[in-house]
Each structure stands twice: as C-alpha cells, then as structure tokens.
C-alpha cells in the first residue's frame, strides 16, 4: 500500500457502510463478472519509495548523460545551453507543477499571467503579433502550422524544404495520411532550398511553404526566395526558427513569415531524452481565428482589475468538437513557464549573448575539426551554432569512438544528405563549451578518424 | 495550525480536512506587474561560462544581411526581481499541493515527490535523445519495462510511447486503425463517438481524416445498443469509447458493443481519461478493445504543469502491431542483466509521431509511480477512487439534481438545474463560489448531454475528511442560495481570489493577446 492515500481502515469502514455496502469488491458489481481480472495484473508487488529511487538510479547509472564524461557536441533540435538554477528553482514550483489547465481563471492568474508573458516573448522573437500558450514539440508545431496555412489557403499542396528537421518531416508525413495533406519534398542545392527546381517539377501551385532559418544542416536560407515564391502563388510561408538564433538573427516576420514555429527546448528546459520539450507557435493577426490550441487573453475582473483568461475559445475542441482547428488540449504549459522564466533570466542582453558565443565557438571549433586531415566541409553556406562535415569514415563509427573518448560527437546525417555515403556529421557547440573542451575534442577526433 | 479555535460549519466532523485550502494566503489585491514593467534598462541577471573561445567579431561569422540590426526585446531585470516576479505570481495560482482539486474527467489526484526527483536524476535528465545506443541503455530499458506494465494493465500486446498528450494518442490511434483497414483492403471513412464523448474525440477523427458518427446516450447514460447497431455498417472504421464513460458509468453493455463493431469489421478504441476506475479491477484489452491510450498525468499521477506536459501512449492487441509508431524501444537480446535494448520500427509502421522518443521525463515518472504502487496498490487506486466518488454522489444527491442515480465508478455527474429553477444560481456560479471555499471547483457544463453539469472527481488521494468539508462547502452554497438574494450573492463570487470573477467576452472581443497589443 502507497502512503498517498489517507483512509484507515475504520475510515473505508464507515464510507461503505453510508453506501450501504460490505466489502470494496462491492464498488464494481457494474462491471460484468466475466470481465473482471480474477487474479491481480501481474506486475511485481508494491516496492517502498527508497527502493523505487534505488531501481531508477540504476536504470540512470545505465545511461551516459552529458556532462564532464560526455561533452556534449550534439544537437539537432535538443541543445546543451545553460540553464541557471534560479530556472530551475521557479520552474520547480508546485504551484505551476500541479496546477490543471487554467479553467477557473480567479484561482489561475499565476499560470495565465506567465502564458502570456511567454506569449509577449515568443512574439517578440519571431517578429509576429500572436503566440499562442504552447504546443507539444518542434514536429507539433509545424504540423499545426501546415494545417492553418492549409486551410486559410484552401489548397493541399505543402512544399517542405529538406533542410527542415527530417524528424519533423516524418511527422508530417505520418500525419498527411489522414490529413489528405501532399508533401512534396523541396531539396537542397548547396545547403539551402532550391525553391526553383520545385517550381518547375509541381504541376500545381503549393498552398504552404515551410522552410527552417537556420535549417537542419545549420545553414542560413534566404527567405526573401521562399517569400518570393509565396507571393507568386499565393501560398503561406511557414518558417522553423530557433529561438536562441533569433538573439541575432533577423526575425522571420522581418522576413514575411506568415507563421513561425519552434523547438523550444534550447530556453531552459534539460535534453531529457527528448521531452518534455516545447513547440513554439506564433502567427500573423490576420490568422488568428484559425490558431491551434490555448490562447491567453488580458482582460478584466469585475472590479476593473487587470486579468488573464484562456480566449477565442470557439476554436478549440471542447467547444467546437469535430470542427476545431486543432485537437490538442493538454499542451507544454510548465514548457512555456519555463521558458518565459529562462528568457526573464537572459533578457535583452544575455539571449544575444547566448546566440554570438555560440555561433563563435561553433565557429572555432570548425575551424579545427576542418584542419583534421580527410575531414572536409559538406556544404559551404554561413552557419551560426550548427555545422555539417563530410568525415573520412563512416559518421555513426565516429560518434561510437568518440563516445569512447568521452565526447558526443553529433548526429550521424541520414542518407539523404549524404547521397548514402554515410559519412556525414551534424555537430552542434553551444556558449557552454570552453576552448580546452573544443581543442580536446578536435584532438580526439583526429584519431578518431584515421 | 493546530490554532484550536475551527469553525464547527467548516469542519462539520470536528476534523480538519488536509485537502482544504481556505486558509492558504493567495495573495494579491493589487494586480502583478508584467516581466515587462519590471524591466529597467541596464539591469541583468544572466551569467555565463568563461571559455577562452576566440573573440571574433559576429560580422565576421554571420552575414549582415541576415543579423538582426539590435537584439529582441525581452526584458532587463535583475535575478532578485525575477525569483520575486515568479514567485508572486505561483502565490496567484491554485493547485494540487494546496488543496482538493476535483476536476472531472482530470484526475487531479495528489503527484508523489519521489516522482520529482527521478526526473532529477542527471543520469535521466541529461541524456541526449539522439546518443547511440551504447549511451543509453537505462533510458531504453525504462521504456520498454514501462511499455510491458502498460501492457499488463490494459491487457494489450505492445505500445507505443511517442504520442506527448491524449489527444496525441487518440490521433496515432485512429491513425492505426486507418493503416490496418488499409492494409485489409479496406477504404472505411465513419467513426463512431457517443454524445458524451470528450471534444478531443471527435477533433482527432477530423484531423485523421475521418467523419464522425454521432450516437445518442440512452436512459440510463450508457450508449443506446439500438441506435449504435442501426449506424453500424461496412464504411465504419471503429468506435471510440470512453468506459467509465464522462457521466463516470461503467458501460454494462461493453461486451455486446463489442460484438456488434467486431462484427461489422470495425475497431474498439478505448479512451483512456478514465482509466483510473478500473486499474486492477478490469482491463480494456478483456473488454474487447483493440487501441486504448493512457493519460499518464491523470492515473500514473505525472504533474499536469497547468496544462501540460502530458503523456498519451497507445497500447494495442497483437492484430495491431505491426503498423506501430517507430522507432521503439526494443529488448534486442538477453534477459536480466544481460539485456540489451535498441531502437526498431516495425514493418508496417504508420511513422514517426514525435520529434524524438516522447515525453521521456514525464514516461520515467510514470514508471516510478506504477513501481511503487505494484499490482496490489494500484487496484487500491481504483477501489479508493471509486468509494470517494459514490460517497460524495450519495451525500450530494439530495442537494443537487442526480440525473443518472445509480452507482457511479471515478466520478460522478450532478446537476444544478432544479438550484438554476428555484434559486437562479446556475452550475457556473456553484463553481465560482466553491474557489472561496478553498477548493478548486468541479468541471462544469461537461459533458453537454447533462443540463447545468457539476462533473466531480475527487480523486484517492482526498480523505474522508477533505469529503466532508467539500460536501459541507457545496451545501452551504446551495443553501445560501436559497436565502434572499443569494443569487445576487452567488453572482458576485469569487470575493476571496486574486481576481474576482473574469470578464471572459471582452478578453475576446478586444484581444489582447500579448503586452505589445495593448
């Protein structure tokens, strides 16, 4: 028995008997006898909380987090940036850990007012006016941002440049099965999109554009050909950004982006083996009745006070069911809190710190990866934190014999960016790395490559 | 706290209720500023690494036409203000750890700590999604020791771990059942939902390509066999249940609902948000289902976070398998200390749904509360949250309407409309004024088939005496009701919050979705 549940046994005794019942058993006479377990579920018996923590220490002890041990040069999406113990500490707050969705906005204003200062941010970053409280992940987000850009265009035709995360891409193929969405795969000349070559292949206009600034490969697309190409057809342009990038890059609203979306995990949250992260999503106004998921509102209470509340409610699926724009209903809002709180600690100053440290060091340390001999750049466009590198051996070989030098090396590229040689890296450095972890680094992958 | 002074009205039995929140100080007459009218120029909390990392000037890395000409505003403030500006605003804000929470249909039941520092673990919490293998055989062993207790308990043959929320599972479930009528040479395009059915159901059948099929409640608040087998014909591709169903009744009719779907070659799909009734006691693979998703943060106890981060993992029978979200987490060789786990994607795969492997942290939470509850506590979870649903029921049925007055399972529905006739005061403000109370309100107008619905859930986790000051607190408001001008009263609550009742219709008339738009 769990010590989270209070009733003794004179307690239960007294309940059954205002419910005029002998036994719990008794509970579940609805339930055909045919259907109910005769013996328990087979799993092990109830273990003490010390012993739990003993058994999830071990399974930790199993894994090779990073750190110290395993200097972390990878990311694709999941970044090792700093995350300050002041985030931790507020994100950590009960309040925000155990609280539900803010359906009861007068008990709720801690959550809402955090929302929609993430929100003010978020919009702040990516250049457009509206945010809204969260989606799941990067894949999340783009998959809403394909069926707004769908809809508000009214056509099914979705040009996905190859540069976009191609776990990203998988998702949204997954999810066109049921969507009737045609993904139409854009691909890279030289490490950005060739708009062009899509352009003269398509028999039919695109309704959706959807491009990353940077891209998979850390490359700096030029968006005014994405937008060039939106113009001529009329289609959305959605753009993938990182929100540590835009400390210096230009904001893809500046660029024309109608929606802009995001893996937010780089502001504040751990690499957790992938989750829980943070979907960004920010639009035009113009879009903003088709927005997927929460929206946070400012508002007033009935003394005129200044109040938050969940809003434009009619387009969500408790209310307009099989007509929502989106299914989603529990989101990444401790996701979002944590980010709000992670960019209060950067400000101004310090998320711009973030982005020119990081592409400095990513900089550096390219620089020595590609004096290593046989080691040669896969593509030669601008890049900012993240680089890919043509290797001498195979890139999964690499990564294993580095992890064995106790670096992670980066992210083995798929065949598609390698014409099935293999041998591609994604290597990815963050303002967290020194110039003795950088030098080491290079220093062991010299060997590693031989 | 043991101030020796209680009102006997609040604490009927003498006892103090451990789930009552009335005397907690949420703070704040006065509004909290934003980030962004805190912020001075100048000001700065964040610190960073010294690295030796050559000082190159950023123009000579990235060019001009692409660099922001002056960074984002944010906000500059110093670390002091923040803790303080977050702080406050937690001080603003309802939860679990303060005091009874019992949202139907959320399963707002107390998150153990224990749960909290295995997701601290570094040796959890750092890993890299995309490290080899070789780095991450506790994270893989994890899931797959997680997948086979899922499995056990729904009575399913394997799962997937990737959908990050329910609504995330009810898709990759109905996608499932697209891929396995397709591959059966099958085109159907109906799904069946109850009218009582969660609003997620019937936005996922849209989103995956589906049209919804509406069937009617009966009497007794079950699905009406009648009018379900009258829809039932060869373009239907399945049907969702939710068993108990939103009204907290057990399906009686499950096995001939069964049947007839069965029969017609559609799929059972089991919603998972009610879960937490039958943990132990029945399973939705012996009912008859072949796709069920779980809702980790309602009965594995994993923090909602006000309002996420969930998990949906959607566990199926054998038939099913093969068309699975990948990659998965697999047992590669080996037993005991001699296995070794990797990643696979099965031949028929309906793809990837993540960008990575899930909600992990939250994933790892859920092992550990379903470790320390072993097979005999969960069924205690279920035994204990069904005898504090028909507690409440049975006290609160002669003050609010019972429109289905037989036992009920997790939860219970009631209903104000006979308080709404006589007194004016609707369900809406029943919840308004319980926030004053200390304790967060039921859900309200859910599910629609029930006029004025009061959907309550009080969770395991609430002792007999927090049921009793909750019961009182509803008493006393339908009693005050009556009084003159106690709908007035009643429309005016909450008093006692950081904010008193919210002006919802002008939040959407004049939006004002950031600091920027106003």
């Known amino acids: 028995m769990s010590g989270y549940t209070p009733h003794t046994d004179t307690d239960v005794a007294a309940m059954l008997g205002f419910l005029g019942l002998s036994s719990l058993d008794e509970l579940f006479d609805v339930v055909p006898d045919a259907l109910r377990l005769a013996g328990g579920l087979g799993l092990p018996a109830g273990l003490p909380e010390p012993d739990v923590l003993a058994r999830m220490q071990d399974l930790a002890a199993a894994n090779r987090p990073c750190g110290r041990d395993l200097v972390c040069f990878a990311g694709g999406g999941a970044y090792d940036h700093e995350v300050p113990a002041v985030t931790r500490a507020l994100a950590s707050r009960s309040e925000f850990v155990t609280s539900y969705t ?44 394909v069926n707004l850009g769908v809809a508000a265009s009214g056509r099914r035709g979705v040009w996905v440049s190859h540069g976009l995360n191609p776990s990203w891409r998988e998702v949204l193929v997954t999810l066109a099965a049921g969507s009737g969405n045609r993904i139409v795969d854009v691909a890279l000349s030289g490490g950005t999109t060739d708009w062009a070559a899509a352009a003269f292949d398509g028999d039919e206009d695109p309704g959706v554009l959807v491009v990353a600034y940077p891209n998979y490969l850390g490359c700096l697309e030029d968006l005014a050909a994405a937008r060039a190409v939106c113009d001529r057809t009329g289609a959305l342009l959605v753009v993938a950004f990182d929100p540590v990038c835009a400390g210096v890059l230009r904001s893809p609203g500046e660029w024309g982006a109608d929606v802009v979306v995001g893996e937010g995990q780089a502001l504040g949250m751990p690499l957790s083996f992938g989750g829980p992260y943070l979907g960004l999503f920010a639009c035009t106004r113009a879009h903003v009745r088709r927005l997927p998921g929460r929206l946070v509102g400012e508002t007033v209470d009935a003394e005129g006070r200044r109040a938050y509340v969940t809003t ?10 099989e007509k929502a724009t989106s299914n989603v209903c529990t989101n990444q809002t401790l996701m979002a809190v944590t980010a709000a709180i992670q960019l209060g600690w950067l400000g101004t100053t310090g998320l711009a710190e973030v982005g020119e440290r990081s592409a400095r060091a990513a900089h550096y340390c390219r620089q020595g990866l590609l004096a290593v001999s046989g080691v040669e750049p896969l593509v030669e466009t601008p890049t900012l934190r993240e680089f890919a590198l043509r290797l001498p051996i195979g890139a999964a070989l690499a990564v294993e014999r580095l992890a064995d030098e106790g670096f992670l090396a980066g992210i083995a590229l798929d065949d598609s960016f390698t014409h099935g ?25 010299e060997k590693a490559v031989r | 706290m043991t101030s020796g002074v209680r009102g006997e009205d609040s604490h009927p039995t003498g006892a103090p209720a451990g789930g009552r929140a009335a005397s907690a100080p949420l703070l704040g007459r006065e509004s909290e500023p934003t980030l962004f009218e805190l912020s001075e120029p100048g000001r700065r909390a964040w610190q960073l690494r010294t690295t030796g990392v050559p000082d190159v000037p950023i123009g000579r890395i990235i060019p001009d036409a692409h660099r922001r000409e002056r960074p984002p505003a944010l906000a500059e403030i110093s670390e002091r203000d923040l803790v303080a500006h977050f702080t406050r605003l937690s001080h603003r804000q309802f939860s679990v750890d303060l005091g009874a929470y019992p ?8 998150n153990p700590k224990m749960c909290d520092a295995v997701a601290a673990l570094a040796g959890l919490a750092d890993v890299h999604p ?13 899931l797959v020791e997680l997948e086979e207790a899922l499995c056990a308990i729904t009575g399913m043959a394997a799962a997937t771990l990737q959908p990050a929320a329910g609504a995330a599972g009810e898709l990759a479930g109905l996608l499932l059942m697209r891929a396995w009528h397709h591959a059966h040479g099958g085109t159907r395009h109906k799904v069946v939902i109850p009218d009582s059915a969660h609003g997620t159901n019937p936005a996922s059948v849209t989103i995956a390509g589906f049209e919804v099929v509406t069937v009617p409640s009966d009497a007794r608040g079950c699905v009406d066999l009648d009018a379900l087998v009258s829809v039932l014909d060869e373009d239907v591709a399945g049907i969702m249940l939710t068993n108990p169903n939103t009204l907290g009744l057990f399906e ?7 049947r007839a779907v069965h029969d017609v070659g559609g799929l059972l799909y089991y919603d998972g948000a009610n879960l937490n009734a039958i943990l132990g006691v029945v399973r939705p693979g012996d009912m008859g289902f072949d796709i069920v998703h779980l809702n980790l943060h309602k009965t ?40 070794r786990f990797g990643w696979a994607t099965p031949a028929q795969s309906i793809g990837r749904l993540h ?31 069904v005898l504090n649903a028909n507690w409440l029921r049975k006290r609160l049925s002669s003050t609010f309407d019972a429109p289905y007055d037989r036992p009920c399972m997790h939860e219970c529905v009631l209903s104000a409309s006979t308080l709404k006739r006589t007194t004016g005061v609707k369900a809406l403000d029943v919840a308004k004024r319980l926030l004053e109370e200390g304790f967060h309100s039921p859900t309200v107008y859910f599910p629609l088939i029930v006029d004025e619905a009061l959907m309550i859930e009080p969770t395991e986790t609430e002792s007999l005496q927090t049921l009793e000051a909750l019961a009182a607190a509803f008493e006393r408001i339908a009693a005050e009701a009556a009084e003159p001008g106690g709908a007035e009263a009643a429309a005016g609550a909450p008093h006692a919050t950081p904010v008193r009742r919210v002006d919802e219709a002008r939040a959407a008339r004049h939006l004002v979705p950031t600091y920027d738009a106003r």
């Open chain 1, 102 to 145: 803010p359906y009861q906005p007068e008990v709720a204003q801690g959550v809402l007012q955090a929302v929609f200062e993430f929100q003010t941010l978020v919009a702040r970053l990516t250049g457009l006016e509206v945010a809204n409280a969260s989606l799941y992940d990067g894949a999340a987000a783009v998959v809403e941002a």
């Open chain 1, 312 to 321: 434009l409610r009619a387009r969500e699926q408790d209310i307009r069911r």
């Open chain 1, 421 to 445: 040689h293999g041998d591609g890296l994604l290597v990815a450095v963050t303002e967290r790395r020194t110039r003795a972890e950088i030098d080491a680094f290079v220093a062991a992958f």
């Open chain 2, 103 to 110: 949202l139907g249909s959320c399963t707002m039941k107390y």
């Open chain 2, 130 to 142: 995309a490290a080899p293998t070789s780095c991450t055989q506790g994270w893989l062993e994890l």
């Open chain 2, 252 to 258: 009686q009719d499950i096995v001939a609902i069964a």
């Open chain 2, 300 to 339: 594995f106890a994993t923090p909602h976070g006000g309002g996420g981060p969930g998990a949906g993992p959607v566990a199926v029978s054998e038939r099913l398998v093969p068309f699975l979200p990948g990659p998965r987490p697999v047992r590669v060789t080996g037993t005991g200390p001699d296995a």
């Open chain 2, 355 to 385: 960008s990575w492997h899930g909600n992990a942290l939250v994933l790892a939470r859920a092992l550990a509360y379903i470790l320390v509850h072993g097979d005999d506590g969960l069924r205690q979870v279920a035994e204990l949250a």
